[in-house]
């Protein structure tokens, strides 16, 4: 190989194919229209000109990257571009992701966290991160949690279809443990909506352990279903369980940022404080 060549091929290596990224650049502008587009709009999202865009629009047809409705002139996203973002999902380990999430909100709040799956028996602990002081609290992993009585089974409820946990809660509605003021269909309906409304579940008396206050947040998958919960879990008088205090909001925006990288992409709701009397 002749020196100039050599020279040339480290030099590709090193800074990339340029061709490659300005193609990124359009790909990245129709995925944030969310929609199909025309080539005016691809164009202007992308700060390119159209007959640029529209060479690269051509060879990501040919490719299968992008598709054209003929009757529209639009251009979406084609069967290529479809099939590697649901090879990349299936690849994505969300709880290995959920785990580096608690621990990274652990070290910002210095507060217990947890992260909670769903399973048959309803949700269970998959692991909690002990905050950097002292304190006299145990979350045991692979503990199965209450519905209505703690802040990740209340989490789920508001999100999975009914079906998934309807017999869960009528056997909870019938334990003698259970507070009166949860003791009614229209109480837990109400707690539900209140947290589908504002997106946070805050637990603050009548936990399923007693002396423990907990808040939870939805954690959402690129179908915009309820995949894990992720909380905050204290002892009564130790922990900040305001609605607008710096722990619900940090919880918040760590759910919100782990949802983002399982594909969630629709907005989070706001925080709830649920009334004491229903907690």
């Known amino acids: 190989m002749a020196r100039g060549s050599a020279v040339r091929e480290e030099t590709d290596g090193k800074h990339g194919v340029q061709s490659f990224e300005v193609g990124m650049r359009v790909l990245k502008a129709m995925l944030g229209g969310h929609q199909s587009m025309m080539l005016r ?8 000109p159209t007959s640029k865009v529209h060479r690269y629009l051509v060879s990501m047809i040919r490719s299968g990257l992008v598709e054209q409705n003929l009757a529209t002139s639009r251009y979406d996203l084609g069967p290529l571009a479809l099939t590697v973002g649901l090879v990349a999902m299936d690849r994505l380990d969300r709880i290995q992701l959920g785990l580096f999430a608690i621990e990274e909100l652990r070290n910002n709040i ?3 966290t947890a992260l909670a799956a769903w399973s048959q028996n309803g949700p269970i602990v998959v692991r909690w991160e002990r905050p950097q002081r002292p304190i006299a609290l ?3 992993t692979g503990m199965a949690l209450s519905m209505l009585s703690t802040a990740s ?6 999100y999975l279809p009914p079906a998934t946990y309807e017999h869960l809660i009528e056997m909870e509605l019938k334990e003698a443990s259970l507070p009166k003021e949860l003791r009614s269909r229209h109480a837990v309906t109400k707690i539900l909506s209140q947290i589908r409304s504002r997106g ?3 637990v603050s008396s009548h936990h399923d352990v007693p002396g423990i206050v907990a808040m939870s947040a939805p954690v959402f ?9 992720m909380s905050v879990v204290g002892i009564s008088g130790m922990i900040d369980t305001s609605v607008h205090g710096p722990v619900a909001s940090a919880l918040k925006l760590s759910a919100q940022k782990l949802s983002w990288k399982l594909g969630h992409r629709e907005d989070v709701r706001p925080i709830l404080q649920i009334d004491d009397a229903c907690s």
């Open 200 to 202: 946070l579940a805050i």
């Open 153 to 158: 089974g209340r989490i789920f409820a508001a």
């Open 41 to 48: 709009e691809i164009a202007a999202a992308s700060e390119m």
């Open 110 to 112: 210095n507060e217990a």
């Open 138 to 140: 145990s979350v045991v």
């Open 221 to 229: 998958n690129a179908k915009n279903e309820i995949t894990l919960a």
